[in-house]
């Protein structure tokens, strides 16, 4: 957690230098005990639950692909795709006009995606705090938890 928070809600978390986070592009690292992951791709911060809604597989490793004008990550464990932006699940349908181009549809907002923030080469992550359940919360929990076999 922050020593020096400068955000006034007081619910962001220092989570480390910019130059050390760009340079590795992916940090697993635990906010107020959440899972996350951040991702440096392209100039840009995003954060995320690190496992994914599906069935809990690390998005650690997972390549990031533009779909439909949207960066996703690609979850290594059944190919998955995840906008980075809003923790959208994306799936895709076969086009009628033409197969080479298939349709890709939303099925909401299935990873919690968490704010991040830059101030003087400091990165910082603001829980996200949008109420209701996201489907990747489950991986957070002591029952999803105890399935992936992490504490
Ligand atoms: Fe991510 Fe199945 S666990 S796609």
Same mark, same amino acid.
């Given at each position: 957690?922050?020593?020096?928070?400068?955000?006034? $809600? @007081?619910k962001s978390f220092l989570v480390g230098k910019k130059e050390?986070?760009?340079?590795? !592009?992916? =940090?697993s690292i635990m906010v107020a005990?959440?899972?996350?992951?951040?991702i440096y791709h392209q100039g840009v911060f995003y954060a995320m639950d690190q496992h994914c809604y599906h069935a809990g597989g690390s998005l650690l490793? @997972?390549?990031?692909?533009?779909?439909?004008?949207?960066?996703?990550?690609?979850?290594p464990k059944h190919k998955y795709k995840i906008s980075l932006a809003e923790g959208? @699940?994306?799936?895709?349908i076969?086009? $009628?006009?033409?197969?080479?181009q298939p349709c890709w549809r939303s099925k909401g907002i299935k990873q919690r995606?968490? !704010?991040? =923030?830059?101030?003087? @080469?400091?990165?910082?992550? =603001?829980?996200?705090? =949008?109420?209701?359940?996201?489907?990747?919360?489950?991986y957070q929990s002591e029952k999803g938890r105890a399935e992936l076999k992490i504490e």
């Open positions: 957690m922050s020593e020096k928070d400068p955000f006034e $809600s @007081g050390e986070l760009a340079e590795s !592009k992916r =940090t005990d959440r899972f996350v992951v951040i490793d @997972g390549d990031i692909e533009e779909i439909d004008n949207k960066l996703c990550i690609v979850c959208e @699940g994306l799936y895709k076969p086009n $009628s006009k033409d197969k080479d995606v968490h !704010k991040v =923030t830059e101030v003087d @080469g400091n990165v910082y992550v =603001t829980l996200s705090e =949008t109420p209701g359940w996201i489907d990747s919360d489950y």
